[in-house]
């Protein structure tokens, strides 16, 4: 076999440039924004990343789309409209630093799925074919898992290369190379090895071919073996609940839904197998795996709803009961239909996907009003018909409880004006007084959520079990010059520093670290190279300055400590949370510590 010239992989590479150019572009941006993060401590660019990646497979999808369709104009259309939906879903919905938002991290990865599933379906719009389908899905399968052998093996050759020059050469390579270099290839180069090998003839596709030999023992001897498993394992559990007449335990839907991803996995893989004299394996498993996943459905629908009955709805069993549902229509649809086209499978999740998170049905806005009408029950138990300050009421251990778990539930989704109804004071003018200001992502730090959390459980209730232990761990402070920068004038090294806990501890190079020693008589920062002592800095100043001081955003000045030792490390502060305990006072530490 000759291998393929220098020239031959250039032109594939311009071919496939020309042919998915926005998906392309959105890799080689998304693969810039992460690279600008390596160093970005703060996280302000993952929206703009995570949008990126969903730019990335839409525009995929719409150009295959377009391309099947035979008309370039409509991919340029189609791709100037993917460029504003991803604009939009960033200005709009895209998760925030660290993934705060709950309900937009759940949008982020049920799109991803939803725009996964449009590229396995684009090509096949207004196409009943079902050889095709199947084959063109298998070489995407087959690329993708190649696409990441090949990256990972690039990765790895450069690497080792950059590290004996390193080491032959004395080059001082900076440790984020490596970091880039993974992100370049995993970005760039995997997405274009990927989208060089998607097919362009479907009309090829669509012709006989000799079902793959790998993936056919694959199928065969280890996934569907594996499906029959969890099936033998769920019904004997389905049989002990029948024995014991007991409630299904939580974990069951978890099992039922990974049996039914595998089982749906193995009846997709296997499709051109139902013909095959020689598979008689596959046809049974074909014949049966829907038939025995209604059963199980029952007992997924008993697990979960035993739980909605006694919590109410949140998002995670919204999603468990949509995809029960889901996953029983179409078992029916196998069972009954005669045509039993798999196209149904995708096509159908797709459309699930974006009811779920778009609407007053989508699961934020069910989950909202399920947890409210779970309070105003509790509420109207006790009589009380409009909470306010002063008027709690005793209640019961559990229904206080229940209270204090249904506020959490919306201030950490920053969805308390979503109660109002249920209070008679202006619930805004509640938040103004303990959080001001709210950071620049639009959320309360977690010292203000835990005040408000306890205000409005007062305002409910007298007593709130379990808050008594942490009352006093709400001392939160921030340096507010994080986005002007530091004075660094003096120094030639920087790094990072978190430590957790009452004595943590963290390396900063090969030869030095830094230890938290906290106790009821001293607070400091021991600094040692390679284990020998090399400075002490002393924190119970700087706490004794805070403990008189308002949480919040502080100067930069008033965070930054420099040590007396002969090292004179300098400590810039740019959060710090107190405990309030005597022997552990720092609860955790996030700062920049400068060398001369």
């Not at 604009?87 to 919905?93: E, P, R, T, V």
């Not at 639009?442 to 008594?468: F, H, N």
Request: hydrophobic letters at 50%; charged letters at 20%; aromatic letters at 12%.
């Amino acid at each position: 076999m000759k291998l393929p010239s220098f020239s031959y992989l250039v032109g594939m590479a311009k071919n496939s440039f020309s042919r998915f150019y926005a998906t392309l572009l959105f890799a080689i941006c998304g693969s810039y924004i992460g690279m600008l993060m390596v160093n970005d401590n703060a996280g302000s660019n993952i929206g703009a990343l995570l949008s990126c990646s969903l730019g990335l497979s839409l525009s995929l999808a719409f150009t295959l789309f377009a391309e099947r369709q035979g008309n370039k104009n409509l991919r340029h259309i189609l791709s100037v409209a993917t460029v504003g939906l991803t604009w939009a879903y960033w200005h709009w919905l895209a998760p925030t630093n660290e993934f705060e938002d709950i309900s937009r991290t759940i949008t982020y990865f049920v799109l991803v799925v939803v725009t996964h599933l449009m590229v396995a379906v684009a090509p096949y719009i207004g196409h009943n074919e079902r050889k095709g389908f199947w084959r063109y899905n298998q070489l995407l399968f087959s690329r993708f898992i190649l696409s990441g052998i090949f990256s990972a093996a690039l990765f790895g050759g450069l690497a080792l290369a950059i590290g004996a020059s390193d080491k032959l050469f004395d080059l001082n390579v900076n440790s984020d190379l490596y970091v880039y270099l993974w992100i370049a290839v995993a970005g760039v180069f995997s997405t274009w090895f990927f989208v060089a090998g998607i097919p362009a003839d479907y009309k090829d596709l669509n012709e006989e071919r000799v079902f793959p030999v790998m993936l056919k023992i694959f199928v065969q001897f280890i996934l569907i073996p594996l499906v029959f498993l969890y099936m033998v394992i769920l019904y004997a559990y389905g049989m002990k609940i029948l024995f014991t007449w007991q409630l299904p335990r939580g974990m069951v839907s978890t099992l039922i839904m990974s049996y039914s991803v595998v089982g749906i996995l193995a009846v997709l893989l296997s499709e051109p197998l139902r013909t095959d004299a020689l598979a008689a394996w596959v046809r049974l498993f074909a014949r049966i795996f829907f038939r025995a996943t209604l059963p199980l459905i029952v007992l997924l629908y008993a697990a979960t709803w035993a739980r909605v009955g006694k919590y109410g709805i949140t998002e995670s069993r919204y999603f468990l009961s949509l995809l029960g549902l889901w996953l029983g229509i179409i078992s029916l649809y196998f069972v009954f239909s005669k045509e039993q086209n798999i196209r149904i499978i995708p096509r159908t999740l797709i459309v699930i996907g974006l009811l779920s998170v778009l609407g007053p049905w989508s699961a934020f806005s069910v989950s909202a009003f399920s947890q409210r009408l779970r309070l105003e029950h509790i509420m109207k138990k006790y009589h009380l018909a409009h909470a306010a300050e002063g008027k709690g009421v005793s209640m019961s251990t559990t229904d206080a409880t229940e209270v204090d778990a249904i506020i959490s539930y919306f201030v950490e989704r920053n969805a308390v004006e979503k109660l109002q109804p249920l209070f008679a004071e202006p619930l805004a003018k509640v938040v103004k007084e303990i959080a001001p200001v709210t950071n620049e992502r639009g959320r309360y730090s977690w010292d203000e959520r835990r005040q408000l959390e306890k205000k409005l459980d007062l305002m409910i209730c007298t007593t709130v079990p379990g808050k008594a232990e942490t009352e006093n761990v709400i001392r939160s402070f921030n340096c507010n010059d994080g986005t002007t920068g530091f004075n660094i004038s003096g120094y030639n090294r920087a790094h990072e520093l978190r430590l957790w806990g009452r004595s943590d501890a963290a390396d900063l190079s090969d030869s030095m670290s830094v230890q938290l020693k906290q106790d009821e008589k001293v607070v400091l920062l021991d600094i040692t190279r390679n284990g020998s002592p090399r400075e002490q800095i002393d924190l119970k100043p700087l706490l004794n300055r805070l403990l008189v001081a308002k949480d919040g955003d502080l100067p930069a000045d008033s965070l930054t400590i420099v040590g007396q030792g002969d090292l004179r490390a300098k400590v810039i502060i740019r959060s710090i949370n107190l405990s309030g305990e005597n022997e552990a006072p720092i609860n955790s530490l996030d700062a920049l510590i400068l060398f001369r």
